[in-house]
């Protein structure tokens, strides 16, 4: 069963670093952390982030064009998957469609594309490195020396306690990481006003202070809609692992009827007792057998079985 195909509100991650009136000011901070660069001109910085209308397959992405880079970033708060660099590849085949008209790719020209890079921000509860790559080339069912296709996405652990230097150098990304925390702790001890309790909590701390007094409702709203999201999937998950254990029960039950029947059949021919014979025919057809399988099994007439 898959996930049904619908379009949920963005993510706090995507708002912050996309689609927020201060969310180029907030990726160029982060972009300078990850590449030791000290970039200003927000002004050349290009969101090309894909609709999930076109595109499904991530959930909390944001993308842009910056120093002939395409930068691709993704929040897990949950496990990681470690199909990222397939579901990657899927993704920025999608945008290279997005930034070339078809004729281009078809001149005797090389046609010189930004280079991409890929990062996963992990603030899950599962213990997980302080950064970790994912290759492409793990995932072949043959291992060569020197892949013909390779693509790397590096996952960066950004929980608080981790202390990953991409925190120390992005003031915005570590305040949203204590923000995550926060959510979660009041998820737990308050469920009903939880989120409302950790965006009070968050300003009144001086974390992602201006932000969230500007879009108080909006944030709440957004939370509401990832808790929304991940229970979904959670249960659509449950429901998949109910409904592959009642068809394994029912594969059971089946088989183990038709072992009944053939060890009834064996025994019945193995006494070669007319009476022997009678009493299975009587069992078969409660089970509700067909009346000629009996016969063909037991060596009665179809006449004697229908008179049982």
Not at 122 to 146: C, M, R, V, W
Not at 170 to 199: H, L
Not at 206 to 226: F, H, P, Q
Request: hydrophobic letters at 35%; one cysteine or more; charged letters at 30%.
């Amino acid at each position: 069963m898959s996930a049904p195909n619908r379009k949920y509100k963005d993510s706090v991650f995507v708002d912050l670093f996309s689609e927020d009136e201060k969310a180029k000011e907030n990726f160029l901070s982060l972009y300078n952390a990850l590449h030791g660069t000290k970039l200003t001109a927000v002004g050349k910085l290009k969101n090309i982030r894909l609709e999930q209308v076109l595109y499904m397959a991530f959930y909390n992405d944001v993308s842009y064009l910056v120093d002939n880079r395409i930068i691709v970033l993704a929040e897990h708060q949950s496990t990681i998957n470690p199909n990222m660099p397939l579901r990657c590849l899927e993704y920025i085949g999608r945008l290279y469609e997005t930034l070339f008209e078809s004729k281009e790719k078809y001149s005797r020209k090389l046609l010189n594309i930004p280079t991409p890079e890929f990062y996963v921000f992990y603030n899950g509860e599962e213990s997980y490195p302080s950064d970790k790559t994912l290759k492409l080339s793990e995932a072949f069912i043959e291992n060569t020396t020197q892949a013909n296709l390779e693509l790397t996405v590096k996952v960066i652990n950004i929980n608080r306690q981790n202390r990953h230097p991409v925190l120390e150098n992005c003031q915005t990304i570590q305040e949203y990481s204590i923000f995550v925390e926060t959510v979660r702790k009041w998820k737990e001890i308050d469920p009903q006003n939880g989120f409302e309790k950790a965006v009070e909590e968050c300003i009144e701390n001086n974390i992602l202070r201006e932000y969230l007094k500007r879009k108080t409702k909006e944030v709440i709203n957004m939370l509401l809609a990832e808790y929304d999201y991940e229970t979904d999937i959670a249960v659509q998950r449950a429901e998949e692992r109910e409904i592959a254990f009642a068809e394994g029960i029912e594969r059971g039950i089946e088989r183990g009827i038709e072992q009944g029947i053939e060890q009834g059949i064996e025994r019945g021919f193995s006494e070669g007792s007319y009476q022997t014979k009678r009493e299975t025919a009587v069992a078969f057809k409660r089970l509700g057998i067909d009346i000629a399988k009996i016969a063909e099994g037991t060596g009665l007439s179809v006449e004697e079985i229908e008179k049982l």
